[in-house]
C-alpha cells in the first residue's frame, strides 16, 4: 500500500490484506504486513474522531495503513503519525485498537451498515421483505463471552501495559476482543471511573460489542483534562453520531465517576435520544465514606491512600461464589481454587503500577470527581433520558443503594437494578452481565421507540444457563419427555417431527400457571435451535422500575424468549417475519382453571390464527402436555370458592384486578400444594401446512373447518399422552433417580415407547 502525495489519501488496487498485531493494554497500535503493499484505488473519506477512526464506508475485516514504499514486515506506529492526525486522514478501514489523541475535533464515529436506512423508511417497511429470524445476523445461543471471561489478573495486567506506555490527553479505546456486532448497531460510550481506564469493561467486551458498537473513553493518569472539557469531549461524539442517525439512540454507560459524566451529558441535551446506564454514580461522593477515610489518612503518600481504597474495592465474596460457580458447572476444584487464589493475589502482583503515577495524582482526582458530583447533581433535574441503575448493596466506597433510591425519585424515567452482594467495581466482579439486565429492563432498541419484534435479540449461551439455573428444582422434578409426529404419521423421541424452518405457529394447551413454558422453549433452543416467540397475556409484562440480582423470574425469561404481549399485530408481524410463534388460544383461562378441569382446552370460536397463518403460508403445529396432576393438586374448586361467604365478590375482584377486559368466566388461583412428582409428556403432532390455502381467507366456513381440525388434534393429543404415560415405568420420580445414579446425572431418561 502506498500514499499518494497527500497524506490525506490511500489509493489501492487490492483488497487489503495485512495481519494486524493489537495491544489491548497499550496506546501504540501496530500494523504489521505480510506482504508488500501496492497502491489501492481511492477508497472514501474518513473522519477521525477524538480516538476511533472512522467512516461512512462498509467496515473491512482488516485495518491497513500505508505510507510510500513501505517493506515487507515494516512497522506503522501512530506515535510517527501525529501530524496526519490533524487532517481528514482517508484510510482502508475504519478500526482501530487505540484512538489517536485530538482535541475537540469534528467527530463522526464510523458505523455499520447503510446511513439511508434511518429516517427514509418507516420500521414495519424496512424490515418487510426479509426473515427477522436472522436477528440482524445475530444466531440464538451466540456466544457473549462471558464463559470464557478474562479475570482479574488479566485486568491488572492490561492495566500494568497501559499505565507503562500511557501518554496524551484523554482519547476513545475501540477494543478488538468485542468481535463484530449485528447490523445497524446502536453505538455505545463507555465513560470510566475516576481512574480513567478504558479496560474498565473489559470482561463485557464481547457482549456488549456484539449488540453494539462499542467505543471506551481513557483518560491517562497523567492526563489532567479538567471535568467540563471531558464533558465537551463526549458531546462531540454524541452530537455528531445523532446529526448521521437522529432516531437511533445512544447508550452511556457511565461507572462510578462516569455516571456523573453520563448525567451531564444527558442534562445539556435533552432533545438527543439517550440511554444512560449508571453503575454506582459517583454523584453520592460528599456523603461516601471513602471521603471521610481519605481526609482522615491525609497524612500519608497518594500512592497508599490509593492502595488503601483498591483493598476496600476488592470483593472476597463474590471471588468465593465465582469459585463455587466453576465447580458446580464441571470445573476441577483444584483449576477454581487456582483461580481464586490467582485473583485474589493479582493487585498484589501488579502493585508496580503505583510506582508510575504522579504525586499528585490522587489529589487530583479527588478534585475531579468532587466537581463531576456537584456539576451532575445541580443538574439531574434536568435530564430526560431513559436510565438504568446499578446499584450494588455491599459498596464500601459510596453509599450506592440509597443513592440509587435517591437519584430514581428525580429521575422520571428510571429503573434500578440492585446487586445485594456485590462491591463498587460491578463491571469486574463475576455474575453481572450487564447486555442480558439491558435487554430485561427494555432497553435495547435501534430507533426511537422500543419494538418488540424488530429490536428483539436472541438469548445467549449465558442467558440459556441462567434459565436452566433458575428451572433446574422444576426440570428435575418433572424430567420433561417430549415427542414429535413425522410427516407420515410415525411418532418419535424429540423434535424431529417440528419443521426446521418458519414460520410456523405452535398451538397447544396450558397447563396451570404456564409451568410447561420453559421446558419448551429451551428445549426448541437446544434441538432446533430456534427461539418460540410466545403470546402472551399483557399482566405479564410489567414495568418494573426495582428489580433485584437474585437471577431471572419469569418476567425476564419472557422477553428473554421474545415473548409479545397478546394483540393480533404482533401475531401477524412474527409470522411476517418468519418466526416460530407460540400461541394458546385458551389463554388465561387455561392457565388459571380449577380443580376438576386438568387437562381440558377452553378455546374461544375465533380462527383469527388459522387465517393469518394461511396468509403467511406458516405450518401449523398443533401439540399437546399433560402432567400437572402429578406435580401438584388444587385445593378448591369453582364451587367451593362461590359458596364461601363473599366468594363472589372476591373472584370479581381478582378477575378486575388482573385486567380481564374479556373475560366471560372469573378466574381465581385457588391455591396449591405439592406432590411426590410425576412426569412431563410433550407431543407435537403432524404438521399442517396452509400453503395455497387461500379458502381459508376467503371462506369462513373453510376457516372455521382448518380451526375446528386443529382444536380436535391438540385434544387427541393430549389423550394420546394421557394414555401412553400408563406405560412409563419412570413415570415416577424414583425410578428416575435410580436410573440417573447408575448412567449419570445428564443422562436422558427413557419414556414410553410411542
Known amino acids: 500500500m502506498a500514499t499518494t502525495a497527500s497524506p490525506a489519501v490511500v489509493r489501492c488496487q487490492r483488497p487489503p490484506a495485512p495481519f494486524l498485531t493489537f495491544s489491548l493494554a497499550a496506546v501504540k497500535l501496530r500494523v504489521r504486513c505480510r506482504q508488500p503493499l501496492a497502491p489501492f484505488p481511492t477508497i472514501p473519506r474518513l473522519r477521525m474522531s477524538h480516538a476511533t477512526l472512522v467512516s461512512t464506508a462498509p467496515r473491512p475485516r482488516f485495518f491497513a495503513l500505508g505510507r510510500p514504499n513501505m517493506p515487507t514486515g515494516s512497522t506503522v506506529s501512530f506515535e510517527t503519525t501525529s501530524e496526519i492526525l490533524r487532517k481528514n486522514l482517508q484510510l482502508t478501514a475504519p478500526m482501530a485498537t487505540l484512538s489517536l489523541p485530538m482535541v475537540h475535533p469534528q467527530v463522526s464515529l464510523w458505523r455499520q451498515g447503510q446511513r439511508w436506512w434511518h429516517g427514509s423508511f418507516s420500521c414495519q417497511f424496512r424490515h418487510a421483505g426479509r426473515l427477522q429470524a436472522s436477528y440482524r445476523g445475530l444466531e440464538a445461543m451466540y456466544d457473549d463471552g462471558y464463559g470464557t471471561v478474562k479475570d482479574l489478573d488479566y485486568y491488572y495486567h492490561a492495566l500494568g501495559e497501559l499505565v507503562e506506555h500511557d501518554s496524551g490527553p484523554p482519547r476513545w479505546l475501540c477494543p478488538v476482543d468485542a468481535g463484530s456486532s449485528v447490523e445497524d448497531a446502536p453505538l455505545m460510550l463507555y465513560l470510566p471511573g475516576v481512574d480513567g481506564m478504558g479496560m474498565g469493561l473489559c470482561m463485557h467486551h464481547m457482549a456488549l460489542g456484539r449488540i453494539f458498537e462499542l467505543r471506551c473513553m481513557h483518560i491517562p493518569f497523567h492526563d489532567r483534562t479538567p471535568f467540563e472539557e471531558l464533558v465537551t469531549m463526549v458531546e462531540d461524539v454524541v452530537r455528531a453520531e445523532h446529526s448521521i442517525s437522529p432516531n437511533k439512540p445512544i447508550y452511556l454507560l457511565g461507572n462510578s465517576f462516569g455516571g456523573c459524566l453520563a448525567l451531564a451529558v444527558a442534562a445539556r441535551h435533552p432533545h438527543i435520544n439517550l440511554i444512560l446506564v449508571l453503575v454506582n454514580p459517583a454523584t453520592s461522593y460528599e456523603r461516601s465514606d471513602i471521603k471521610t477515610l481519605l481526609s482522615v489518612f491525609s497524612l500519608l503518600s497518594d500512592r497508599a491512600c490509593i492502595a488503601i481504597t483498591a483493598l476496600l474495592n476488592y470483593n472476597i465474596d463474590n471471588e468465593v461464589n465465582m469459585a463455587l460457580s466453576r465447580m458446580k458447572s464441571g470445573k476441577h476444584p483444584l483449576e477454581a481454587l487456582s483461580r481464586l487464589t490467582n485473583n485474589m493475589s493479582s493487585s498484589l502482583k501488579h502493585s508496580n503500577i503505583l510506582d508510575k503515577l504522579p504525586e499528585d495524582t490522587l489529589r487530583w482526582k479527588m478534585n475531579l470527581i468532587k466537581r463531576a458530583a456537584s456539576y451532575a447533581n445541580c443538574r439531574v433535574q434536568s435530564v430526560t433520558a431513559e436510565v438504568l441503575l446499578l446499584a450494588s448493596g455491599a459498596d464500601r466506597l459510596l453509599p450506592s443503594k440509597s443513592e440509587a433510591d435517591r437519584l430514581q425519585k428525580k ?92 414460520p410456523v405457529l405452535l398451538v397447544g394447551n396450558h397447563m396451570l400457571l404456564g409451568i410447561e413454558l420453559i421446558s419448551l422453549a429451551a428445549e426448541f433452543m437446544r434441538q432446533k435451535n430456534a427461539v418460540v416467540r410466545g403470546i402472551a397475556h399483557p399482566l405479564l409484562f410489567p414495568n418494573k422500575a426495582r428489580t433485584w440480582s437474585e437471577g431471572h423470574d419469569f418476567f425476564d425469561f419472557l422477553i428473554l424468549w421474545g415473548g409479545v404481549p397478546m394483540t393480533y399485530k404482533y401475531i401477524y408481524e412474527l409470522l411476517a417475519a418468519g418466526e416460530f410463534v407460540l400461541l394458546y388460544p385458551g389463554g388465561y383461562r387455561e392457565a388459571l382453571h380449577c380443580k376438576g378441569e386438568e387437562h381440558r382446552i377452553f378455546w374461544p370460536d375465533r380462527t383469527e390464527f388459522v387465517r393469518m397463518a394461511a396468509q403467511f403460508n406458516a405450518t401449523i403445529v398443533p401439540f399437546g402436555v399433560v402432567g400437572e396432576d402429578d406435580l401438584l393438586n388444587l385445593l378448591c374448586t369453582f364451587d367451593d370458592i362461590r359458596s364461601a361467604p363473599f366468594g363472589k365478590e372476591i373472584m370479581r375482584a381478582y378477575s378486575n384486578h388482573l385486567k380481564l377486559r374479556d373475560a366471560d368466566h372469573e378466574v381465581i388461583f385457588p391455591g396449591v400444594y405439592l406432590k411426590i412428582p410425576g412426569r412431563f409428556y410433550y407431543r407435537f403432532g403432524k404438521p399442517i401446512p396452509t400453503k395455497g390455502r387461500q379458502d381459508v381467507l376467503t371462506d369462513r366456513h373453510a376457516a372455521a373447518r382448518l380451526y375446528t381440525h386443529v382444536k380436535s388434534e391438540v385434544e387427541g393429543i393430549i389423550s394420546y399422552l394421557l394414555e401412553k404415560r400408563e406405560e412409563d415405568k419412570y413415570r415416577k420420580l424414583f425410578p428416575r433417580l435410580l436410573y440417573k445414579a447408575a448412567r449419570g446425572g445428564n443422562t436422558e431418561v427413557p419414556a414410553f415407547d410411542p
Open 411 to 502: 429521575l422520571p424515567k428510571s429503573k434500578v437494578f440492585f446487586f445485594e452482594n456485590h462491591g463498587h467495581s460491578l463491571l469486574l466482579e463475576h455474575g453481572v452481565h450487564v447486555s442480558s439486565i439491558i435487554k430485561c429492563a427494555g432497553l435495547y432498541r435501534h430507533s426511537s421507540r422500543y419494538h418488540r419484534v424488530f429490536d428483539y435479540i436472541p438469548p445467549s449461551t449465558t442467558e440459556l444457563k441462567e434459565v436452566d439455573k433458575a428451572s433446574s428444582d422444576l426440570t428435575f422434578r418433572t424430567s420433561p419427555a417430549m415427542f414429535s409426529t413425522m410427516e407420515d404419521g410415525t411418532v418419535v423421541r424429540g423434535l424431529a417431527g417440528v419443521p426446521d424452518d418458519g
